[in-house]
């Protein structure tokens, strides 16, 4: 099952609140919206695509357990980007110093800022270019580092701010670069 956009716009337009609301009130969809106010239904993810989500995100979590230098989200956050667009990457972290400028009330609710740095992995239904477009979204909004796992394809695509996306074939690992200082991802195990 693919992603499903829904137009709405000619019948209503959405405020943050209003989306927020809908999504609160419909737990089981995950659902996003881009900078147009369209809303994209996300199907849930299969076996191996949640299980390389979650090797991921832990080794994430370990490495800023250890450093404390910002806060590490799964892909049920959802940020509220620059653009008005609302997405929910699958693995984001946030520099502290940003984190600890927001209300609590903004931590709440989603979170009203692009992260510094995501990952979306590609599960065996998504549209490449549509993520690839995605990922463009995220940097243009301020993103500093993003990585679209290919698993199927075996490569990684790296997006940095003001270059050429970067495509590495079958990497053992990634450095985190000066975004996340001293963190390598293994990817081993997703390759596996």
Do not use: H
Not at 26 to 51: F, H, S, V, Y
Not at 77 to 91: E, I, M
Not at 180 to 192: E, H, K, M, S, T
């Amino acid at each position: 099952m693919t992603a499903l956009t829904l137009n709405l716009n000619s019948v209503i337009k959405l405020t943050r609140e209003q989306f927020y609301q809908l999504c609160e009130e419909n737990p089981d969809l995950k659902l996003e919206r881009n900078a147009q106010g369209e809303l994209i239904i996300m199907p849930p993810t299969g076996g191996e695509t949640g299980r390389s989500n979650s090797t991921i995100n832990a080794q994430i979590w370990f490495w800023n357990d250890q450093n404390q230098l910002g806060e590490i989200f799964d892909s049920s956050t959802g940020f509220t980007l620059p653009s008005g667009a609302d997405r929910s990457p699958d693995v984001s972290w946030v520099e502290k110093s940003r984190w600890d400028t927001l209300t609590k009330e903004q931590k709440e609710k989603f979170i009203p800022l692009c992260p510094d740095f995501v990952i979306e992995i590609m599960s065996p239904n998504d549209n490449l270019k549509k993520t690839q477009k995605k990922m463009q979204e995220y940097i243009e909004n301020g993103c500093r580092l993003g990585w679209l796992i290919n698993r199927k394809k075996q490569e990684v695509e790296i997006y940095r701010p003001g270059q050429d996306v970067e495509v590495l074939k079958l990497p053992q690992t990634i450095s985190g670069e000066n975004i996340l200082p001293g963190f390598a991802l293994n990817l081993q195990r997703i390759w596996g």
